[in-house]
Structures are given as C-alpha cells and as structure tokens.
C-alpha cells in the first residue's frame, strides 16, 4: 500500500476543532477534544483497513453457477451481477425450520432497505435465506421492505460453499466480483466467536448496522442485554 500524504497528529487537528456548546465545563471540552483525538485515528484506522481489503489477491473462483429462485422465478448465480462488476450478498436467517425471520437480520435489512437504491448505483445487492422464494416475499410485504433483492437458496449449494458447510442457520456477508469471463469471491465477513474479545458480542468491524452506529453514541450504549425484536408493544 501507498504511504500516502503525511498526516497531522490528531490531537493537532482536535484542537484546532473550536466547537463549543453552551454552558460546557473546562473539563467537559479537554475530555471531549482528547475524545475527538481518538475518533480521528479511527476514521484513519477505518481507510486504512479498507485500503487493505481493496488490496487483497483476487480471491478464489466461484465452483459453480449456484441455481437460485427470485420473486420472478429461477436464477443463476451469473444473473445476480446484472450490469454491475460487483455482487453483495447478505445471506440472512430465515431457514424453512424458522417461524419468523431473525430480528436482527431484518432489522439490519430494513435499514439497508432504505439505502439500497443508493449502493446499487456502484453495485449489485441482493439478500439471500434458505426459504423458499414464497416466504421470503411474504416477509418483504410484511415489513414493508420496497427496495432490496430477495432470492431463496433452495438447495443451498450456495450456503454451504459461502455461508455455513453445515448448512447451519446464520448470517453471513460476502462480496463477489468478476471480470476477464471469471467470478470470483473477494471478501467475507469471517468475525464471530472465535474472535470476539471478553464480554463483546462476536460483531464485526465495521458494524454494518446502522443502528450499534446511533447506539454507540449515546450514554446508554448497545447495552448488554438488549437486541431488536420483529414488533414492539406500539405496532
């Protein structure tokens, strides 16, 4: 990777931030500008990881065109790309043994809902279960997703390849590209247990859910013993 341009210390930049709120304590704004400091080196930690990621090898070739139903019948693998050089799948949980669909996983895809029309002008975006197509487009109506790209796993050849051997019931998100008549795989979330740090959920870095980003903000936090739900008492 580039050395890049010569960067200032980031206390440097902290304090020359200006900002003031009123009524603040001397206190409050060191604290605060040394807090700054930090979230400086971690935008610059953040570029320098995906500077990394972008630099990575080609990754290995796809085996196969994985067969898959959407809310117009089969698909290839292949089609999932359209015009577009990149592929992002989230394979959500929603296995046929589940009644409902994973709270976090449609909360996290409600949020992207949202933004989807936004990412697909660089890329392609689908999610993925292992449903069959008629649930997954049930649970699309009930949630009032618009945007997002659904697609049933039926025989899960896909999964098993990209998500769990063991065909088991959990997250996962990969981006594929392809180029030169190849597709090949390019990166994978692989954080989970075994490397998650004491009393931390095995979350990965970056968060891709919007909401442990406003969370994370807040005095409260993500706390430890909350997680969203699928309805709350108001709905």
Known sequence: MNAGPQLKPSIQLANKNGV???????????????????EIELRRHIERVAEQRRALPPGGLVPKNYALVGSNGPVSFSDLFGDKQTLAIYSFMYGPEREEPCPMCSSLMAAWDGEARDVEQRIALVMVARSPIERLLRVK??????????????????????????????????????GDGTVRHFWSGEMGDSTADPGQDPRGAPDLMPLWTILD??????????????????D
Not at 170 to 178: G, M, Q
């Open 20 to 38: 003031h709120f009123p009524n603040e304590s001397t206190a409050y704004r060191q604290e605060r500008d040394a807090l700054l400091a930090e």
């Open 141 to 178: 109506r009930e949630r009032g997703w618009r945007h997002l790209k659904l697609y049933s796993d039926l025989d899960g050849d896909y999964t098993r390849d990209y998500v769990s051997a063991s065909d088991a019931d959990v997250p996962a998100f990969n981006v594929f590209t392809r």
């Open 217 to 234: 903000s807040t005095p409260e936090g993500r706390g430890n013993d909350w997680y969203p739900k699928l309805n709350y008492p108001d």
